[in-house]
């Protein structure tokens, strides 16, 4: 294999020809390698979540899938809770991030916490106003997400349960409207208090304090553990933290 010269050693031709397979096969050995990588991080995931969900919530998952799975392709779609639960049915999404719906039947739920329905407003609306509690809706503008709204339905249970009416209703199909319309004082809006800590620690805006609290609701991830063949990174994106 080697041929002994005056300075050092050389290959024979057999040996040249020994060294180029064995380097052609260690190359094809890495390359292999790579590319077992680049299928095990490549692949789909389609997520649906409300606009205000993927805002606040989805945002640190995504963010942390993409640098660790960069090949994957995502695509995200913002619509009502109820229709990522039917996409979901219809298996035009791998997942949904939502609100916990009363029926999961063939379906899993990984939770991720609870979430906290309030009212809030500006501390100069409050004061034209003269009242708290449940006086606030007789009086107050209050502003709502749309009926068909999941997080409405919520509180016009809410409603139901302590025989609220409010007078004067104001309606948009968006909480980060319902924030920036509180915001500049043109009413009392019903958002998650998680999503407006910011301002409530800032005192641009106040809590309303209700006699009964409004019950907390539980968010997560929505997925068909048994739809062939299952899609990993679902796992991946929910085990992310």
């Known amino acids: 294999m080697f041929l002994r010269k005056p300075r050092g050693v050389v290959l024979t031709e057999n040996g040249r020809l020994l060294y180029d397979g064995v380097k052609q096969a260690l190359n ?18 389609r997520i649906a979540a409300s606009n205000v969900l993927c805002k606040y919530l989805l945002m640190p998952y995504l963010q ?17 809770s109820a229709n990522a639960h039917k996409m979901l049915e219809e298996c035009k999404i791998d997942v949904a991030l939502m609100a916990k719906p009363d029926n999961i039947s063939g379906l899993e739920y990984y939770p991720l916490g609870a979430i906290q329905d309030t009212f809030v407003c500006t501390p100069s609306y409050l004061k034209r106003l003269d009242c708290n509690g449940f006086e606030i809706f007789e009086r107050g503008n209050i502003m709502l997400l749309n009926k068909d709204n999941v997080s409405r339905m919520h509180i016009n249970n809410y409603y139901a349960e302590n025989n609220i009416n409010p007078t004067h209703i104001l309606e948009v199909n968006d909480m980060d409207m319902l924030i920036e319309f509180a915001k500049i004082g043109i009413g009392v809006s019903c958002v998650v208090k998680q999503f407006v800590k910011n301002e409530l620690s800032n005192g641009s805006l106040i809590e309303i304090n209700l006699p009964n609290a409004i019950p907390p609701r539980e968010t997560g991830f929505l997925y068909n553990q048994n739809i062939q063949p299952f899609n990993d990174n679902i796992l991946r994106l929910i085990n992310i933290n």
């Open 64 to 80: 942390k899938f993409t640098e660790k799975y960069p090949f994957t392709d995502v695509s995200i779609t913002c619509t009502s």
């Open 28 to 45: 094809m050995l890495s390359d292999t390698e790579s590319n077992l990588k680049h299928l095990e991080n490549n692949g789909r995931l």
